[in-house]
C-alpha cells in the first residue's frame, strides 16, 4: 500500500521538477510566476502526502500565495520580460 | 542564571517595542537616541555579569528555556570563548550606538535604524551563546536579515541596494546551504544539539560519561546509536555548513559581496559588519571543527583533515587576495573592506591549523580586530561625514584639522598592520608562532600581506595627512564621535601593552575550554541528571 | 462488504482519475501559450487538488489533514485576482 | 517542445543513477529517539506540554526560542522593507491621496470578495486558535487572515482599504501589540521562578501558553503582510515623485 | 521497488536543487534569480521533510487524534518524525522573510536605475563610480 | 440512512473524477481561451465542489473514520462554498482580463463588452 503513496510522491516530485525547470528557462516573467505557482501547488501536496499538515498551511499560504501575489508586484513594477 | 538566557532577549525585546514607542513619541530623535541607548546599555551590563559569571566558573553555563534539558530543547551554553566574544560585541554595540547618532543626523528614519541595530545584536549575541546547531541558523538568519536591511538603508544611492541585494541573495543561499547540512546531521545523529552531537561523534570515547537518571526515556535519547553512517553524513553535513561559513565570513571564492556591501552601508554599520559579523562565520566554524569534531579518530579524523586543508588553503589565498586589491582602491571604505577579507584569511588559516596554539591565536586575533577594524572604520566615518565623499583624494589634507580624528585613524592603520606597541602586533605574532610550526609558507603568506597592507594604509595616511587639500572647507570635530574613537584608540593600546597578561588571563583558558569537549558534555549531562533526580 | 472497503474499492478508480486530470491540467500549463491560460491551469489544478486532497483526508483517515483544502482554495482564488488585476492595469494596488 | 530535451535527459540521469544507488538504500520504518520522544511525551507522560498538536508542541513549547528569534526574522525583514520605503509625514499623506485614474475590477469579482472576506476571518481564526489541538497555529492562521486585505487591495484598491482606517501605521501598531505580547507570555514564567518560555506549572490548562502565542501570533502575522502589501501597493508615479528619480 | 522509488525522489529533488541554482548564478535577470531562489528554498525544505518519513503503512501525522492512553500506542507506531516538520515551518517562514526583502530590493533598484538586468546594471554602477572622481 | 449518504458521497466523488478528467480534456484540446474557459468551468465545479460535498456526505455517512467524520464533512463543505464562490469569479476575472488586454486572438461574431473599453 505505501506505495501508492510513493508513486503520488513521484509524481508531484516530478512536476515539481519540471516545472522549476519551464520557470527558469522561461522568459516571459508572468508565465514563469504561473510555472512556479504550479511547482508550489505540487510541493504543497507533497507535503500533504509526507503527512505534514502544519508545513501544509503554512507552505501553501507562502509559496502560492505570498510568493506569487509579491512576485506579480514586482513584476508589474520592473518589467514583464527578461531579455537574454 | 537568568543573565545568560536574557542576554540576547533584552535587545530583541527594545527592538520589538521601539517602532510602537516612536509612534508615541512621535519621532523625537533625541528620546529613540535614549532608548537605543538604554537598550543596549543594558545588554552591555548583562553581557559584562555574563562574563564574570563564565569566568569565575569551571564549567560552562547552561541555561534551559522553558526547562527543557539538552537535547529535548534549546539550551544555551555558554563557555569562556563566547562569554568573551559576547561582552566584546555588546561593548562595541554600545560605543556605536553613540556614535551613529551624530552620523545619521542628516537622515530620516532613525527609529528603523535602531531597530535593526538592536535586532543585530540580539542576533549576534544568540549566535554566540547558543548551544544547539538549529537556534544557530535562526540566529544566523536574524544577525544576516538586520545587516542585509542596514546595508540598504541609504535607499536613494542606487550602489547600497545592489550591494545589499547581492549580499542577501548570496546569504540566503548560504543559509540554505547550512539548513541542509542540518537536516543531513539530524537524520545521521538524531540531534541537533552541539554537546550531544559531540558525544554522539565520540560515542566510544564518551562512555565514561555516566547518566545517573532513574528515567528510561532520557537514557535512551542519549545512548541512541547513529542512524546513517556517520563518515558519509558528516563528510556532506561538515562540506555544506563549511561554504555556508565561507559565505558569512567572506573567503574567497565568496567573497565578491564584501568589498561591495561594507562600503555601502552607513559607516557605523561598516564597523559593526566588518568588526562583528564577519566573525559569525569564524566563531561557528571554531564550534563546529574545535568543539563537535575536536580529537576525532580513525576515518572521521580523514574528513576533517581534508576540511582543515580546505580551509587553510582558502585562507591563505583570501590574505594574499585582499592585500593586493587594498593596493588599487580610491574609495577609502572599500580599502578597509578588503583589509577585513584579508584578516578573515588569516583568521581560517589559525582555525584550520587545528592545534590549541592556532585556536589561541584565532580568538586574540578575533578580538583585535574587531576593535581595531571598528576603530579604522569609524574614524574613517568622520572623515567621510565631514566631506561627504568615500574618495581618498576628496579627504586629502583633512589630517590637521581633526586631531583626533587623525590620531585614532593612525592608531588604528599602525596597530592593523601590526606595529609593536599595539594589540595586533602581539596577535599577530601568535598567528605568526602557530602557523610556521604547521608550514613555514603560511608563515611566508602572513607577513607578505602584511607588508603589503602597510604600503596601502601609509598610502591613504599620505594623502589624509600631507596631501592638499581640494578645496577648502569648514570642519569640526563632533565631540560625541571623537570620544568614542577614543576610547577605541586608547583600548587598541591597552590591550597591546597588556597582551601577555590578556593572553594569560582570558585567551588561553577561553581556548582551553573550546577544545576540550568533554566539559562541554559534562555541563549538559550533569544539569540533565541534577533536574530529574 | 463493508462500508470501508468499498470505500477503498472507490479510490483505486478515483486516484489515477485525479493523477491523470493533473497530469494533463499540468500540460495545458506547460503548453501556454498565453499567461491567462497558464493561470486558468493553475487554477483548476489548485482547485481540484484542493478536492483531491478532501479525498485522500479519507483515504487516510485522518481529519487533521483537511483543512490544507481550505487554504489551497482561499490563495488560488487570490492568485488568479492579482493576475487579472497586472493584465488589467499596470499598478496591481490602484 | 524543445525546451523539454535536457529535461528529459536529466529525468533519465535521475531514473538510471536510482536504479544504481537502489541497492544500497534502505527504506526508513522507525523515528529517531528524539521523534519518539516528542510523540510519546507531548500530551502524556512526564515531560508534556499538554498538547496533543505535536509541532506546534515543538515550536512553541519545546524549541520555543527558534520560533520567537524566527517571528522577530520576519520583524525584522518587514522593519528592513520599511526602512527600504520610508517615508516621512508629509510623503505618506501625499501616498494615500488617490490618484486620479483607478483601475477596479468588475462588480462580480467585488461581491465574491466581500463574501469571501468575511469567510476568511472565520477560518483563519478557526485555524489559529486551534493550533494546540489541530494542524494550524499562528503563523498559519495569520497568513489566511492576511488574504483577506490582499484580496481588497487587488479588488478594489488600497485606498480602499485606507478609507476604511486600515493604513500601514495602523497595521505597524497591531503588529507591534502582537510581537510584545508574544514577548510579554515568554518572559511572565520569571516572575513566577521558571525560565524563560516555561509552559507546563505556570499555565496549567489544556494546551498551556500555546493559544496566547497563538493568538499573539495571529495578530502579528496577519498585521505584518498587510503592512508589506500596503507599502508594495503605493503605485510606481508617486513613489518615483517622493524619491525624486527619473522621468 | 520501494527502494528505487525512493532513490529517484530524493535525486529528483537533488536535481531541482542543481537547477535552481543555475538559475540563481546564471539568468540575468533579477526576478528570475528572485524566483530560482525561491524554488532553492523550497526544495531544501522538501528534502528534510522527506528525511522525517517513515515507510510503513498505515502512517499518520504527528497529531495525537484522541486523547487516549490507547490511541498514543498506535499513535507512536504510526506517526511520522515530528521534529523536521517543527524545523522545517521555521525555515520556511526564514526563507519568506529574506525573500520579501529581497523583492523590496530589486523594485528599489529598478527606481533608481530604470532596470533589472544584471548586465547594464554592472555598466550602470561602473559609470556611477568613474562620475565620482 | 448511513449506508444512502455514503453511496449519495461516493457516486458524487465519481462524477467529480470523470467531471475532472474531461474537463481537463476539454482544457487540452479546445482551440482557444475563450472557449477552455468552459470546460475550466466542467473541471472546476465539475470537478472539485461536486467531489467536495460528495465526500462531505460521504464522510457523515462512514461510521469508520469514528469522531472525526463530523470534522471531516464540515470542512469539506466549506471548502465547496468556497471554491463555488472562489472558481467562477476567478474565470470571470480571468476573462475580463484577457478581454481588456486583448491577449487573446478571437473573431467575434459579436462582442457586447465592446461598450466597456473605456
Known sequence: ?84 | MDVIGLTPIIPILFAFALPLTSILIKGNRKLIQAYALTGTGLTLVSSFKLFQLAYASENPLVYTFGKWIAPIGIVYEVDKLSALIALITAALMFLIAIYSYRYLEHDEGLEWYYTLYLGLESGLLGVLLTGDAFNLFVMIEVTSIAAYALVMFYRDRGDSVTAGFKYGLIGAIGTTMYFIALGILYGAFGTVNFAHLAMKIHLPAASFIKVSSGYVTLDVLLKAEPTWNIILASGVALALATWAFLIKAAIVPNHFWLPEAHPAAPSPISAILSGLVVNVGVYAMIRFLYTVYSDVSGELAHVVNVLSAVVIALGAVSALFGAFMMTIQKDVKRLIAYSTIMHMGYLFMAVGVGSSLGLQAAVFHLINHAVAKALLFLAAGIFIHAVGSRNVENLAGLGRKMPIATFSLAIATLSLVGVPPFNVFFSKLALFNALIEENFGLALVLVISSAIALFAYMKVFYIIWFGKPRKEIEVKEPMSMSLVVLVLALTCLAIGLLAPVILDKFIAPAAEQTVNYQVYIKAILELASKTLS | ?94 | ?247 | MIAFIWSVIILTLIATIMISLYGISRRPNLVKKLIALTIFGDTANLLVVLLGYRLIYPVAPPILPSLSKEALQTFVKTAVDPLPQALVITAVVIGMAVNVLIAFAIVQIHRLYGTVDTRELSKKLIQVEGGEQ | ?118
Open chain 6, 1 to 118: 440512512m448511513n449506508e444512502l449518504l455514503f453511496y449519495i458521497g461516493a457516486i458524487m466523488i465519481i462524477i467529480g473524477g470523470i467531471c475532472d478528467l474531461f474537463g481537463a480534456l476539454g482544457l487540452l484540446k479546445f482551440p482557444n481561451f475563450y472557449i477552455r474557459l468552459h470546460a475550466a468551468t466542467v473541471g472546476t465545479i465539475g470537478g472539485a465542489v461536486v467531489p467536495l460535498f460528495g465526500v462531505g456526505f460521504l464522510a457523515l455517512g462512514s461510521d469508520f473514520l469514528g469522531g472525526m467524520k463530523y470534522a471531516i464533512a464540515g470542512a469539506s463543505f466549506v471548502t465547496g462554498i468556497i471554491v463555488l464562490l472562489a472558481a467562477s469569479a476567478g474565470a470571470h476575472a480571468l476573462a475580463y482580463a484577457a478581454h481588456k488586454s486583448k491577449l487573446v486572438k478571437w473573431e467575434p461574431k459579436c462582442d457586447h463588452l465592446e461598450g466597456d473599453e473605456k
Open chain 1, 1 to 84: 500500500m505505501i506505495e501508492i503513496h510513493l508513486l503520488m510522491l513521484l509524481i508531484t516530485v516530478l512536476i515539481g521538477l519540471i516545472f522549476s525547470y519551464l520557470a527558469i528557462i522561461e522568459k516571459d516573467l508572468l508565465k514563469a510566476i504561473g510555472y512556479s505557482a504550479i511547482q508550489a501547488i505540487a510541493y504543497a501536496i507533497a507535503f500533504y502526502i509526507l503527512m505534514a499538515p502544519d508545513i501544509v498551511l503554512a507552505y501553501i499560504a507562502i509559496a502560492v500565495g505570498i510568493y506569487s501575489a509579491l512576485l506579480v508586484f514586482v513584476v508589474s513594477k520592473t518589467g514583464r520580460y527578461e531579455v537574454v
Open chain 4, 1 to 247: 517542445m524543445k525546451k523539454l530535451i535536457p529535461i528529459t535527459i536529466i529525468i533519465l540521469i535521475i531514473f538510471g543513477l536510482a536504479y544504481v544507488m537502489s541497492g544500497k538504500i534502505e527504506p526508513q520504518e522507525n523515528v529517531r529517539a528524539l521523534g519518539k520522544f516528542y510523540l510519546e511525551n507531548s500530551y502524556f507522560g512526564d515531560y508534556s506540554a499538554k498538547s496533543p498538536e505535536v509541532v506546534t508542541a515543538i515550536l512553541w513549547d519545546y524549541r520555543g526560542v527558534d520560533t520567537l528569534f524566527e517571528t522577530s526574522v520576519f520583524f525584522l525583514a518587514i522593519i528592513g522593507s520599511l526602512t527600504l520605503f520610508r517615508l516621512n509625514k508629509k510623503q505618506e499623506k501625499e501616498a494615500k491621496e488617490r490618484i486620479e485614474k483607478v483601475e477596479e475590477l468588475t462588480l462580480v469579482i467585488k461581491t465574491v470578495t466581500k463574501v469571501i472576506v468575511a469567510m476568511i476571518l472565520a477560518v483563519s481564526a478557526s485555524i489559529a486558535l486551534h493550533g494546540h489541538l489541530t494542524p494550524g497555529g499562528g503563523f498559519q492562521g495569520g497568513s489566511a487572515l492576511a488574504v483577506a486585505p490582499l484580496l481588497i487591495i487587488a479588488a478594489y484598491s488600497k485606498y480602499a482599504l485606507e478609507k476604511q482606517g486600515l493604513d500601514k501605521t495602523r497595521a505597524l501598531i497591531l503588529r507591534s501589540i502582537g510581537l510584545i505580547g508574544i514577548a510579554l507570555i515568554a518572559l511572565l514564567p520569571l516572575t513566577k521562578g521558571g525560565f524563560i518560555m516555561q509552559n507546563q506549572p505556570i499555565f496549567p490548562w489544556l494546551g498551556g501558553s500555546l493559544i496566547f502565542y497563538n493568538f499573539f501570533e495571529y495578530l502579528a502575522v496577519g498585521a505584518g503582510f498587510t503592512a508589506v502589501f500596503l507599502l508594495l501597493a503605493i503605485p510606481e508615479k508617486v513613489f518615483k515623485k517622493i524619491l525624486g528619480v527619473g522621468e
Open chain 3, 1 to 94: 462488504m463493508s462500508l470501508e472497503n468499498v470505500f477503498f474499492l472507490l479510490m483505486k478508480f478515483v486516484i489515477p482519475l485525479y493523477l491523470l486530470a493533473f497530469v494533463i491540467y499540468a500540460i495545458r500549463a506547460f503548453k501556454g501559450p498565453t499567461i491567462v491560460d497558464i493561470i486558468l491551469a493553475v487554477d483548476c489544478l489548485s482547485f481540484d487538488i484542493a478536492a483531491f486532497m478532501a479525498i485522500l483526508a479519507v483515504y487516510f483517515k485522518s481529519a487533521f489533514l483537511i483543512s490544507g483544502a481550505i487554504t489551497l482554495a482561499l490563495w488560488a482564488y487570490l492568485l488568479d485576482i492579482y493576475v487579472a488585476k497586472h493584465l488589467v492595469s499596470k499598478e496591481v494596488g490602484a
